[in-house]
């Protein structure tokens, strides 16, 4: 069997006999040092185990996660990646060679710091190793994998403008780490603490069980963002099937009354979320139009971006609340006596629309080099400046021009959720009828 090319290739550079040797002297030392500074034998080996897991957090989960993002944008920065991709290895093996080659050298540092830390904690009362050993390993995995799922997201946007999307990756890998460092300890606690999951009990094997299935997520997302920059088309299934978990996994923490209502805003949510991440591409709506008027279903799904199959599925959910009673409707976003959440519903997904045809229209003008801030820094006015203003004027019933307005008339509410996504609409046909326009 031959070897994976991505593997071989960071077999050779990265574990010279330089590097084989110094991170265990290094980390030896680092034990040896722990174990003589603390009082006693016990605290010793607890010592060296707070030691490896931190060693372990820095080299393996952290550094790790920067080497797998780097293994695609070094290939851009050194101008090597097209040529990876005109190769003939197939986008599985693309991802995880490039997953675990560019990482060898923290796995390396693994088989060091686990076995120190399995038998620093091994006489501790009280600690299930097996449970601390499944986290530390899932959550390097999921570091990695959202390292390489992020390089390849900045790779899909550099176009002509290469040196742009390089020049974003340090500013990308600082959000991520200190997401990865701060998010994910926040995240896993309230799992453990959550009290139950659909009716269920939940507890720290519930939090391992999760972290890990989030792990081989962000894994499969990062083999389809491969498949994409490899030329393999991707059919809308996966992006529907991370949709349909999350709001399954999700819905279990919220009470029965309001869980079609939180899916709801779950995928509105991972609708902006793919819009704001996807290149807007209007040569592929245009072949998603030609596939569906010649009813060539296979094309159209595979032409379909994510934003608009999430869109798809939120208009649905919004359909299921219109047809709820309103009894069954009650939110907390609503104040006592105002509309229930079928009002909400409308207005959450018009000013969706809104949201989604401003940052077409922003991109497809082609007039300025980053759409996306753009597009957040017109919605934070619209949002919140504005409605700032109105309101400091007494003008407070316009602010449903530029919000939400559960508590209004819902006429009023809903024509003035409507002007947005309408006069949007009509810019974003002009521009289709006549791209030279200015709109």
């Not at 099937?241 to 009354?257: I, K, N, Q, S």
């Amino acid at each position: 069997m031959e070897l994976n090319p991505e593997l071989r290739r960071n077999l050779w550079l990265e574990l010279g006999p330089q590097r084989l040797l110094l991170m265990p002297l290094v980390l030896g030392l680092l034990f040896a040092l722990a174990y003589a500074l603390a009082d006693g034998v016990d605290a010793g080996r607890y010592a060296v185990a707070v030691t490896a897991a931190i060693a372990y957090g820095l080299v393996c989960v952290l550094w790790g996660m920067h080497l797998a993002g780097e293994a695609v944008l070094g290939e851009v920065a050194a101008r090597t990646w097209d040529w990876q991709r005109m190769s003939s290895v197939a986008p599985w093996s693309m991802t995880w060679g490039k997953l675990l080659g560019s990482t060898l050298y923290p796995w390396y540092a693994a088989l060091f710091c686990l076995p120190a830390f399995a038998l620093g904690v091994a006489s501790v009362p009280g600690v299930d190793l097996g449970w601390w050993l499944g986290m530390l390993l899932g959550g390097a995995v999921l570091a990695h994998a959202l390292g390489l799922t992020w390089s390849l997201l900045l790779v899909r946007y550099r176009g002509d403008r290469e040196a742009g999307a390089l020049q974003r990756r340090s500013s990308a890998y600082l959000v991520l780490l200190l997401l990865l460092l701060f998010g994910l300890p926040a995240l896993l606690d309230p799992l453990q603490q959550a009290g139950s999951w659909y009716g269920r009990e939940t507890g720290s094997y519930f939090a391992l069980g999760s972290l890990l299935l989030f792990a081989a997520w962000a894994v499969f997302g990062a083999y389809r963002l491969m498949r994409s920059e490899l030329q393999f088309r991707n059919g809308p299934w996966a992006w529907l099937g991370f949709t349909a978990y999350l709001m399954g996994y999700l819905g279990g923490f919220v009470d029965p009354d309001h869980r079609l209502f939180a899916c709801y805003l779950l995928g509105l949510g991972l609708t902006l979320v793919a819009a704001f991440a996807e290149p807007r591409d209007p040569l592929g709506l245009r072949r998603l139009g030609q596939a569906l008027r010649e009813r060539a279903w296979t094309r159209a799904q595979q032409a379909a971006p994510p934003w608009l199959l999430g869109l798809g599925v939120s208009v649905a959910l919004a359909a299921a609340l219109l047809l709820q009673p309103a009894s069954a409707c009650r939110h907390a976003l609503c104040p006592e006596g105002s509309p229930d959440q079928r009002l909400l519903s409308v207005l959450l997904l018009l000013f969706v629309l809104r949201d989604l045809g401003l940052l077409g229209l922003v991109s497809l003008r082609g007039r300025s080099r980053r759409p996306e801030f753009a597009t957040v820094i017109y919605l934070l006015v619209l949002y919140f400046v504005v409605p700032w203003l109105l309101d400091a004027v007494g003008a407070g019933q316009l602010t449903a021009l530029f919000w939400p307005r559960a508590d209004l008339a819902p006429a009023w509410a809903v024509g003035a959720a409507a002007l947005g996504p309408g006069v949007l609409g009509v810019l974003l046909w002009r521009w289709r009828r006549d791209p030279g326009q200015p709109g």
